[in-house]
């Protein structure tokens, strides 16, 4: 078994252990332990179901990229001063990783040039009271995500009374402008989120009414 200690680049597979040389039928089993070189917790991985590749963020924010075509990894995001609440990768373009931080803001960092090409606010979040993203879900062709905030925020009614309140929401974000485009409260936990093809039913009665008129 491979122990890597993260730093800024490197390989996290022996030669003997990659996949290809591997073989289909060989036995499988653990290829190799990844770890903080500075003493972090990995906390947040996320995987890219069509360039098989992954991500991995630490407690301080860093960002970590594996390419497992190349046996290769990079860090492709610096530590900041909050760490990372949850990733996803961007389907239209698949080098694209949104990111969304405890702090209550989004980037999007290009994993190949290392830099973030987008920079916004989680609907309804501010500097006083972040609201950060819990989850992140893109749309398979265009540049959208949903995301699903879940937090306990404080607010002043109209005969200035403080209270404090659970508020969940759903916001869908256009990629291109920078913005929410739509916000909506839901009033039960979210588990998991997935845009749907309208063409494409899912609705038992209405699969098998279309089965019987056929």
Do not use: W
Request: glycine share 6%.
């Amino acid at each position: 078994m491979n122990i890597i200690h993260l730093r800024g680049t490197g390989s996290f597979l022996r030669a003997e252990s990659d996949s290809v040389s591997r073989g289909a039928n060989a036995p499988g089993g653990i290829l190799a332990t990844l770890g903080s070189s500075q003493g972090r917790e990995l906390i947040i991985s996320v995987f890219n179901e069509h360039t098989k590749d992954f991500a991995i963020a630490d407690s301080h924010g860093q960002i970590f990229y594996f390419n497992v075509a190349q046996n290769k990894y990079q860090l492709v995001r610096l530590a900041g001063t909050s760490p990372v609440s949850c990733m996803c990768f961007l389907h239209a373009k698949l080098h694209y990783l949104c990111v969304a931080y405890e702090a209550g803001n989004i980037i999007v960092i290009d994993t190949v040039a290392r830099k973030s090409v987008l920079s916004m606010q989680a609907d309804g979040s501010t500097t006083s009271y972040p609201r950060p993203i819990r989850m992140l879900r893109c749309h398979p062709q265009h540049s959208m995500l949903i995301g699903y905030c879940d937090s306990i925020g404080t607010y002043v009614d109209a005969n200035n009374i403080v209270t404090s309140a659970r508020k969940r929401t759903l916001s869908v974000y256009n990629l291109k402008r920078g913005v929410a485009t739509r916000t909506m409260i839901v009033n039960e936990d979210v588990v998991d989120v997935a845009f749907v093809d309208p063409k494409v039913s899912t609705c038992p009665d209405k699969v098998a009414s279309n089965a019987n008129s056929q």
